[in-house]
């Protein structure tokens, strides 16, 4: 029997990129990794998702089928130092794959050490959160990689992962007499919650707590794996784990004006003591969803916040309750973000435009030479401190981002007053 004292989940890393479990989306055949490891075509990238989903096991499984050599290291808690180590052994074997965990916790001194190694294809780089890199990665970091989500293991997945360990002599449970109810497998690939290093190290528990009977045979039902197994529901952490539905199906509902869905989602959240998640939602829904037709509600969704962060949980559920219930029936609008998105849209395009001279900065020397400034009406010296002139770029002259939605008052008052001046 195997004396090896590493967990079932390690020596069952896959060796090379055929034996990953999951994410065929990524590493199935004609698939994006699966292309850069056949090409032998190599880029740094970032993997994100939820624990236990395969990306130790992806970066392990490339720098195999590469022959690179593969080292891991930490962001938030290995130094400087050990990415010095690395990049010196990269000189010397010519290349190397490196994993580097909670990436989104990269200092600057760290990242500006490694951007250029990088850059030379020196180091393969393979980061690996929790968290949406898009949000909580820098973005020089960002510009230099490719960003994958590895999405969560169904069960079959997960069976398909127990089933090769039991399988497996030479690294799994295959030189065990085992008797595993078919009930108890499935319970494993269930109660794992999509997260295969968990099913992996309570199934060896299970074997290997549990004695042989007199025929020398280990005999698995459903109560020992339900002994085994920490089972949860709803499972995430503060870093990220398994939470993108949820937050999502939160927002999704106080948008569609669900009172009851949105309370439901949001006392998910609390009971993982979520509060930051919760606050920071609460604000973007506030000011994305509710927006003009009810902006009080907006100022009392920043006071509901204040309140939760100062007093804590379990009393923070109060004032957090009363902004979900005010914002889910509150009028809705998104004219704000709409508007904005569409001129960010322009920009991006090229749509810029040239700033009209009359804008331009006059507070310099030789600007009146230029033009520049020349023309301004200044607004406060007119009746109703307005008077029409064009602020668009000539490009852009008669474009109108902002469309007012049909909410309420404020914002018929706010679309009223601009038609009476466009038709001053």
């Known amino acids: 029997m195997p004396t090896n004292k590493q967990p079932l989940a390690y020596r069952m890393r896959p060796r090379v990129i055929e034996e990953v479990i999951g994410q065929d989306h990524l590493v199935g055949p004609g698939k994006i990794i699966n292309r850069m490891v056949v090409a032998k075509q190599l880029s740094s990238m970032i993997l994100y998702g939820p624990p236990g989903i395969g990306k ?3 970066a392990s499984a490339i720098a195999g089928s590469s022959h690179n050599a593969f080292r891991q290291l930490n962001a938030a808690t290995d130094k400087k130092k050990d990415l010095e180590t690395v990049v010196e052994e990269a000189k010397f074997s010519g290349g ?5 965990d909670e990436i989104h916790r990269l200092d600057k001194s760290k990242q500006d050490f490694l951007l250029p190694h990088l ?19 820098n973005p020089a970091l960002r510009s230099r990689t490719q960003i994958f989500e590895l999405k969560p293991l169904n069960e079959a997945a997960i069976r398909r992962g127990l089933d090769q360990a039991l399988e497996d002599s030479e690294r799994g449970l295959g030189d065990y007499d085992l008797a ?28 290997k707590s549990t004695p ?13 794996v339900e002994e085994c197994m920490q089972q949860k529901a709803f499972s995430h952490d503060a870093d990220g784990d398994q939470h993108y539905d949820v937050i999502s199906a939160f927002q999704k509902s106080v948008r569609g004006s669900d ?19 919760i606050c920071r939602r609460l604000l973007v829904m506030a000011y994305e969803d509710i927006g003009l037709a009810n902006p009080q509600a907006c100022q009392r969704t920043v006071s509901a916040v204040q309140a939760a962060q100062q007093i804590g949980l379990p009393e923070a559920r109060i004032p957090l309750a009363h902004a979900v219930i005010d914002l889910a029936l509150s009028p809705k609008s998104n004219s704000a973000i709409a508007a904005i998105d569409a001129a960010l849209s322009d920009v991006n395009k090229g749509k810029a435009g040239l700033v009209p001279d009359h804008l331009k900065d006059a507070h310099y020397q030789g600007a009146k030479d230029l033009q520049h400034g020349i023309g301004y009406k200044f607004p406060h010296d007119y009746p109703g401190h307005w008077v029409k002139q064009d602020y ?11 469309q007012a939605a049909d909410t309420g008052k404020y914002e018929q008052a706010l679309d009223h007053n601009r038609k009476q001046r466009e038709g001053h």
């Open 56 to 58: 130790t096991s992806i």
């Open 180 to 207: 595993i109810d078919e009930e108890a497998l499935d319970h494993f690939s269930h109660a794992a919650n999509h997260d295969l290093r968990s099913a992996l190290n309570a199934l060896e528990l299970a074997v």
């Open 119 to 137: 850059e030379s294809g020196l180091l393969i780089l393979i980061g690996a959160t929790t968290e949406n890199p898009y949000i909580s990665t």
């Open 212 to 224: 042989a009977d007199s025929a020398g045979q280990i005999h698995i039902n459903i109560s020992i």
């Open 259 to 277: 009172v009851d869905a949105a309370l439901h989602y949001l006392a998910r959240l609390l009971s993982a003591g979520e509060i930051q998640i």
């Open 96 to 100: 190397l794959v490196l994993l580097l």
């Open 392 to 402: 668009l770029p000539e490009t852009l002259r008669h474009k109108r981002y902002y």
